[in-house]
């Protein structure tokens, strides 16, 4: 499978692919990634084009999945420091009439509780893990000052706040699944209570997955890997599995919006930073989210850039937000 999971119990690896300037979005576009979506949308910041759609989207449901294993620190740090600008913005954004956005926002990890074994080439043997994960659920730590599972336009030290929900450590499972963990969320975390109340069906639903490695969804336990790289690994699941989930979710196709931010492929990507693995399934994701999605490289060494390009494919997304389906 990847690096990090077959050899973590025998080495430290520490991938650092991004700085912690907290620059802004002032930055160029991404030179690594690849983007769809864009383009004018019913949504205006302050200063921009005045949208020209009648029927105007002015919710967002904004969930974050974060990679919390071993090698995230450096990433994580960098995508706090540029909250309170991606914050400015979505605060900045208003309809043509001149309402502000109404979003709200949480995050949760690539992480799931798991017990498998991996199986390393010679001469090593077999090693068990036992790993716990955040299994969907939305981050609500007091120390970050948070309330509640999510934070609404409105709350108080909401930039504050999201930087530090954003931090989520390190110490997470070593096989990341961001979709099994959107599933989870608006699934079981829906279904017990944890997450209930955060989906408004008059909302886009966007999705921001970090990750400097590829997506290894599944439903099982107790499974055997070996050295394969995700998107060849026997039993995971199809993504197709979790679109649908999205469609059902969302009520309707269309009415949801992806971004990536991790390896861009065709191998793994290095920087100055350190290297990010071939996202080849999240890519795939991306892909299969049409114009709604976009993918953006995790090596560039700047998040600013992905997350601009996030807020740009979810402000499009709402111009052309369709009805639900009841």
């Known amino acids: 499978m990847r690096r990090s999971?077959?050899?973590?119990?025998?080495?430290?690896?520490?991938?650092?692919?991004?700085?912690?300037s907290g620059?802004?979005?002032?930055?160029?576009?991404?030179?690594?990634?690849?983007?769809?979506?864009?383009?004018?949308?019913?949504?205006?910041?302050?200063g921009g084009p005045a949208p020209t759609n009648e029927t105007e989207c002015t919710k967002m449901d904004l969930v974050f999945v974060v990679d919390d294993s071993g090698s995230m620190g450096e990433e994580q740090a960098n995508l706090?420091?540029?909250?309170?600008?991606?914050?400015?913005?979505?605060?900045?954004?208003?309809?043509?009439?001149?309402?502000?956005?109404?979003?709200?926002?949480a995050v949760t990890t690539t992480g799931r509780?798991?017990?498998?074994?991996?199986?390393?080439?010679?001469?090593?043997?077999?090693?068990?893990?036992?790993e716990k994960g955040d299994n969907g659920a939305f981050r609500n730590k007091k120390e970050c000052g948070a309330t509640k599972r999510w934070l609404d336009r409105g709350?108080?030290?909401?930039?504050?706040?999201?930087?530090?929900?954003?931090k989520v450590g390190t110490g997470g499972p070593?096989?990341?699944?961001?979709?099994?963990?959107?599933?989870?969320?608006?699934?079981?975390?829906?279904?017990?209570?944890?997450?209930a109340g955060f989906r408004r069906d008059d909302a886009l639903l966007g999705v921001v997955i970090l990750s400097d490695?590829?997506?290894?969804?599944?439903?099982?336990?107790?499974?055997?890997?070996?050295?394969?790289?995700?998107?060849?690994?026997?039993?995971?699941?199809?993504?197709?599995?979790?679109v649908s989930m999205l469609d059902t979710v969302a009520k309707g196709k269309g009415r949801w919006a992806a971004s990536v931010i991790a390896g861009p492929g065709p191998s793994?990507?290095?920087?100055?930073?350190?290297e990010a693995d071939d996202a080849k399934r999240l890519r795939s994701f991306v892909a299969l989210s049409g114009s709604n999605g976009v993918f953006s490289s995790i090596c560039d060494g700047d998040l600013t850039s992905g997350l601009k390009r996030a807020l740009e494919t979810f402000d499009s997304a709402c111009k052309r937000l369709p009805p639900a389906v009841k």
């Open 5 to 20: 999971l077959f050899l973590a119990p025998l080495l430290v690896a520490i991938v650092h692919c991004g700085t912690s």
């Open 155 to 166: 709350d108080a030290n909401v930039s504050s706040v999201f930087s530090c929900l954003a």
């Open 113 to 130: 509780d798991l017990s498998y074994t991996v199986q390393p080439p010679p001469p090593f043997g077999p090693l068990p893990m036992n």
């Open 174 to 195: 070593s096989v990341e699944m961001p979709l099994e963990a959107l599933d989870l969320a608006f699934g079981a975390r829906t279904a017990d209570a944890t997450n």
């Open 268 to 274: 793994t990507c290095k920087s100055s930073f350190g």
């Open 23 to 46: 620059s802004g979005f002032d930055g160029q576009s991404s030179s690594g990634g690849t983007s769809s979506g864009g383009g004018s949308s019913g949504l205006t910041t302050s």
């Open 213 to 242: 490695e590829d997506d290894c969804s599944r439903k099982d336990n107790n499974f055997t890997i070996g050295t394969e790289s995700c998107s060849d690994m026997k039993g995971v699941a199809p993504l197709e599995s979790y």
């Open 80 to 105: 706090a420091a540029n909250f309170p600008a991606f914050i400015k913005i979505l605060d900045d954004t208003k309809s043509k009439n001149g309402v502000p956005l109404n979003y709200r926002i």
